[in-house]
């Protein structure tokens, strides 16, 4: 049996030299424990500075126009401010390096960020959606033509701080969360601009609390995508599109193992999946060698570098005896395995 601690590399790389063979445990390490740099908070600032700049002027114009349509949109960007605020104190919380009892750093304040977005988009949804019910039985005199122009402003305000943010790395839930506020206030700024129009030519009062019902409608689909998506991180959910029965069954079809178990697939953050398993080779396989193949496998096809395996030789008396989870068996087990490059089964 063997002992094998490996740590991945780039391909183009010469692998590390592996330590002597005791016990059958692999750990590939290949992967960084920072924050992308991708994540540029420039941008996030460029973007707080304008909705910040707009949103003190919309206050008082929803007021003096006594347009609820207005005051739900300068309430929707004073959470856009609030979410970017909070992308940006989440980024530097989560770039501390691991220490202490957080060994995988502070990673996940980035996803407890994004459910305390989708969280104030649920609650501000259901706030517009009384407010409107009331104003629909009784609708208040609106200024048409100072809503128009108003609205008309944030939208260009707003497209101007979406493209921004839309330059950072929205690979990341945080990143993601503020984007997608900017981006349903742009959507309620036209809503609220046709229905100020409706006001200043015709008259249509209701069309404001019609606007204002459209805002809270994309503040709900918004806030339930971001509290799904961060809840899938937070209950250590398989990662978006890898379906880990599959994963383990491709990975028990691979040369020399006879089965895989324990498969556990995660994410710390958003973009940092993990995984770990417990993999049997056949009793003369080179535990080695059925390690690098398959963290390859999971690197190229899957995207995961972070992975730890614990390999072992399938008649080692010491492995689990009450695997958790479904067991992954090969198809061929027992049977003649095809020898592919590392993955050699001789010695």
Known sequence: MSDDHGHGHDPGQPPAQTQPQTQGRGHGHGHGHGVSGNADKRYLTG???????????EVIIGVVARSLALISDAAHMMTDAFAIVLALVAMRIAARPPRGGYTYGMRRAEILSAQLNGLTLLLLAAYFVYESVVRLLDPPSVNGQLVFWTSLAGIAVNVGATWLISKANRSSLNVEGAFQHILNDLYAFIATTIAGLAIWLFGFDRADVIASLIVAALMLKAGYGLLRDAGRVLMEAAP?????????????ERPCVEEVHDLHVWEVSS??????????VEPK????AVRRDLQELLRSSYGITHTTLEVDHVDNEYHCEDPHGPRHVAADAGGPHEHIGQADCGH
């Not at 978006?240 to 028990?252: F, M, N, Y």
């Not at 973009?271 to 049997?280: C, N, R, T």
């Open 47 to 57: 973007a707080l500075a304008l909705i910040v700049g707009y949103m003190s002027v």
């Open 240 to 252: 978006a599109g890898i379906d880990p029965s599959e994963l383990g069954t491709r990975l028990a």
């Open 271 to 280: 973009d940092y999946p993990a995984l770990s398993a417990h993999v049997l």
């Open 285 to 288: 396989g080179d535990c080695h």
